[in-house]
């Protein structure tokens, strides 16, 4: 009786076994195909993406996009100065109604600068909400022309005719008249006063001047001694100080 027992027992731990071993060859063969199709679908979605190619694509959209940069520019002439196509519009950049300019797209060339004359300057001072006022601004010509405004913020009353608010350009000119051997210094617009006063510095370096003269020009043309605030020979320039815009020139002294 006990023998049977033992057998049946036997028997019965054979067929789990069996059992066991069937299902663990079914779990490989499964993990086999799920792993086969997900390199295959892997393969297949590279291969596309390949063929796409997205990086080719790019560098020709920034290539395309540089090359319409560069004919924007050449269209559009960005980053270039046209004195002569200014000095019609600024002719009369003291205000006084005359021409003072001495011809249409006339200029000319200081003697040891190789400066093209006129030069034109602008700053542009725009009204503060912050201050309840103009903020203040500055004009300069570079390296070659060491000529400056200054204006400090606050200090700016428009002209007659501007609307508290309005944004007020501001222009500088200076002239070169080889005939009389001078630099003549025009502003606009006609009409601004400045408190506290504001800063001119005027380079005559193209004169060549060992004894320097500023005049201030009257609207009937004389010329009248103006005696600067500073004077630097060794630099070429001199300073005054403005509450308006007048002509200035700067010649040989006595």
């Not at 079914?26 to 190619?53: E, K, P, W």
């Not at 100065?81 to 003291?94: A, C, P, Q, R």
């Not at 070659?144 to 608010?165: E, I, M, R, W, Y």
Request: negative net charge; charged residues 25%; glycine residues 8%.
């Amino acid at each position: 009786m006990g023998f049977q027992v033992w057998y049946h027992d036997c028997l019965d731990l054979g067929v789990i076994t069996n059992q066991n071993r069937i299902y663990n060859e079914m779990l490989r063969r499964f993990i086999l195909i799920t792993t086969t199709v997900a390199l295959g679908y892997l393969f297949i979605s590279f291969s596309a993406c390949t063929q796409n190619d997205p990086l080719s694509s790019s560098e020709e959209t920034y290539e395309q996009i540089a090359k319409d940069d560069d004919r924007t520019q050449e269209d559009s002439g960005l980053n270039t100065i046209d004195d002569d196509s200014n000095s019609d519009t600024n002719s009369d950049s003291d205000g006084d109604g005359n021409d003072d300019s001495e011809g249409e797209n006339e200029s000319n060339t200081g003697e040891d600068t190789g400066l093209a004359f006129p030069l034109i300057g602008s700053t542009t001072c725009h009204y503060s909400s912050e201050i309840n006022n103009y903020l203040g601004g500055k004009i300069e010509f570079g390296t070659n022309n060491k000529s400056k405004f200054t204006l400090a913020d606050s200090a700016l009353t428009p002209p007659a005719g501007f609307s508290v608010g309005d944004s007020v350009t501001i222009t500088m000119r200076i002239d070169y008249d080889p005939d009389k051997g001078e630099l003549i210094y025009s502003f606009g617009p006609h009409g601004c006063q400045f408190s506290p006063r504001a800063e001119l510095k005027l380079d005559y370096g193209a004169l060549n001047l060992d004894s320097p003269q500023l005049y201030y020009i009257e609207e009937s043309g004389n010329y009248v001694e103006q005696e600067p605030d500073q004077v630097d020979i060794n630099k070429s320039w001199l300073k005054i100080r403005i509450d308006h815009f007048s002509r200035y020139a700067v010649a040989w002294g006595e």
